[in-house]
């Protein structure tokens, strides 16, 4: 099988300090918080200064300094005290500063019980599952785990 190689120049994409990815989009962040996306759905206008960025098809999560998060596909306007989102094709996740989790989906069987979540410091939102780490070093993964991806019981974050 031959892989194709392409190279896609994004006019205008400088002064960029952080990029993500997800399924069909890119999305970055210039120095002064000025968010960018490779796909129409999922750009804003406006002056906007966001601190952290999640992008996902058809879906865009743009975290603010006072913790607030603006989306394109996904209903966050209530969330407050949040630290970092993550977007994937059924939803948007928020992780709140006391370790409990936001979540916002929008495609049938991609919702979690994010509510249950408690002591988590990382996240990342997935299309079919999610994962969690908690403050102890444990990682949860919620979703469908049909072929193994919640078999999370052996593993241990640590700093060493």
Do not use: C, K
């Amino acid at each position: 099988m031959a892989v194709t190689t392409a190279l896609f120049l994004l006019p205008g994409w400088t002064g960029v300090t952080y990029i993500t990815g997800g399924s069909h989009n890119l999305g970055a962040l210039r120095g002064d918080g000025e968010p960018l996306s490779s796909h129409a759905s999922s750009r804003w206008s406006g002056e906007l200064r966001l601190v952290d960025l999640a992008v996902n098809t058809a879906v865009a999560a743009g975290l603010r300094a006072d913790g607030t998060v603006i989306s394109l596909g996904a209903d966050t306007e209530s969330w407050t005290d949040v630290t970092a989102v993550s977007a994937s094709g059924a939803g948007v996740l928020g992780l709140r500063r006391d370790g409990s989790v936001y979540g916002s989906f929008f495609r049938e069987g991609g919702a979690l019980d994010a509510a249950s979540l408690t002591e988590v410091t990382a996240m990342a939102a997935g299309s079919t599952h999610s994962a969690f780490v908690h403050r102890d070093g444990t990682v949860t993964v919620l979703g469908d785990t049909t072929m193994g991806q919640g078999n999370t019981a052996s593993w241990r974050l640590t700093d060493g």
